[in-house]
């Protein structure tokens, strides 16, 4: 889920940016020590911006830089159980999938692909249901739901897990040949 809270805190300009604009300065400041990062309990930090910055700063002792108080948005993506996502895989290996989902890519174990028991074909980089002969390969476009979300710390990137075993789940081609059959 994707999600824009409204932060404030303080930000702290270097004596090298002074005389430059403060809220250029400050966004580009913001920018380095937010995006990109995980923030337990918030998610995945995508973006910073509007930022409106107090002109008084205040100054430490043994440090040149001053320090203003701010205020800034963060566009960030927090997964949640039980989310239906779709994807591209990007990877596949024989204990399963890699699917990119947006800012992040979650992973779909062997196991969690499909009813039919699967194998991994390594020559041709694919995965293949033993019955069904279905085939599941690096570019295909996938529906699955967010099952677990790994303990992510500060900083560290997070773990998702995800399934694709349950209905109107898996890869998109084969949900739409599902659909027909029905209507037939």
Do not use: C
């Amino acid at each position: 889920m994707y999600k824009i809270i409204k932060a404030k805190g303080v930000v702290r300009i270097p004596p090298e940016f002074f005389g430059k604009p403060l809220e250029e300065v400050a966004l580009n400041v913001l920018r380095e020590e937010y995006q990109e990062k995980v923030i337990k309990d918030i998610g995945l930090i995508l973006s910073v911006y509007d930022v409106n910055v107090n002109e008084e700063g205040l100054i430490l002792m043994g440090d040149g830089a001053t320090y203003h108080e701010a205020e800034f948005n963060l566009l960030v993506y927090t997964p949640v159980l039980q989310e239906l996502v779709e994807g591209i895989v990007v990877q596949v290996t024989n204990t399963g999938l890699f699917v990119n989902i947006g800012p992040i890519d979650g992973f779909v174990h062997i196991s969690q692909v499909m009813d039919d028991q699967m194998r991994y074909d390594n020559i041709r980089g694919m995965l293949v249901g033993e019955k069904s002969k279905k085939v599941i390969q690096k570019g295909d476009f996938v529906r699955a739901r967010v099952n677990s979300i790994g303990a992510y710390t500060s900083g560290k990137m997070m773990r998702i897990g995800l399934t694709m075993r349950q209905p109107y789940l898996g890869k998109l081609e084969w949900l739409k040949e599902e659909v027909s059959q029905n209507k037939s």
